[in-house]
């Protein structure tokens, strides 16, 4: 069974950093292709950055040059840096795989940048 838990979320100003956490269990994680997600009041869930077992990264055009994703596959953990947040990063943070089986959607991290 494959599940994740997402931490690090909440309040900063626009400008400022953040960094997420991702805890996953499951077999050869190692291998699996990684991603985080969002979702902001209204919207629908959106990829903004993902991570190959080879450490190949892809991000969305909104994030990108701000936002990294990195792994650490000994400890099944995958990583968020958010570098000059904006208003518009407001929403709740998940993190998947998108490898399958992919989780079951969690709570996620609630990340709200002040303007």
């Known amino acids: 069974q494959v599940r994740t838990v997402e931490s690090g979320g909440g309040l900063v100003q626009a400008g400022g950093s953040l960094r997420l956490s991702c805890a996953a269990s499951?077999?050869?994680?190692?291998?699996?292709?990684m991603g985080w997600y969002r979702q902001a009041p209204g919207k629908q869930r959106e990829l903004v950055a993902s991570i190959t077992s080879g450490a190949t990264t892809t991000y969305a055009d909104s994030v990108k040059g701000r936002f990294t994703i990195s792994r650490d596959n000994a400890k099944k953990t995958v990583s968020l840096q958010m570098n000059s947040v904006k208003p518009e990063d407001t929403a709740v943070y998940y993190c998947n795989f998108l490898t399958p089986p992919i989780a079951s959607w969690g709570q996620g991290t609630q990340v709200t940048v002040s303007s």
């Open positions: 499951g077999m050869f994680f190692s291998m699996k292709t």
